[in-house]
């Protein structure tokens, strides 16, 4: 069983930055697929960025060259930084963790991320 706790969303204005970060329970961390997705209201959850256990990333187009995901195995963590915030980028933001095998997901309990003047 995995457990994930989202924490560091809050209220910016625009241009400002956020780290958010993602606290992991559990064993074998490291092997997981891990991922921040986005629901803003009304919208159809999205995924932001992901980042495998080789730490290869993805991001969503319109956060590429202003978000960055990384990841701690040691400790059991892994990290949004958001710079250049825009009004559009404010949603809830959620950590999800991918087991691999057995194929399993675990998501968090998301966090509010509020980008506005």
């Known amino acids: 069983q995995v457990q994930l706790v989202e924490s560091g969303g809050g209220l910016v204005q625009p241009g400002g930055s956020l780290r958010l970060s993602c606290a992991g329970s559990?064993?074998?961390?490291?092997?997981?697929?891990m991922g921040w997705y986005r629901q803003a209201p009304g919208k159809q959850r999205e995924l932001v960025a992901a980042?495998?256990?080789?730490?290869?990333?993805n991001y969503v187009d319109s956060v590429k060259d202003r978000f960055t995901i990384s990841r701690d195995n040691a400790k059991n963590t892994v990290f949004l930084q958001m710079n250049s915030l825009k009004p559009e980028d404010t949603a809830v933001y959620y950590c999800?963790?991918?087991?691999?095998?057995?194929?399993?997901?675990?998501w968090g309990q998301g966090t509010q991320v509020t980008v506005s003047s």
């Open positions: 999800k963790a991918e087991r691999p095998w057995p194929r399993r997901d675990y």
């Open positions: 980042i495998t256990s080789g730490d290869s990333t």
């Open positions: 559990g064993r074998d961390f490291s092997a997981y697929t």
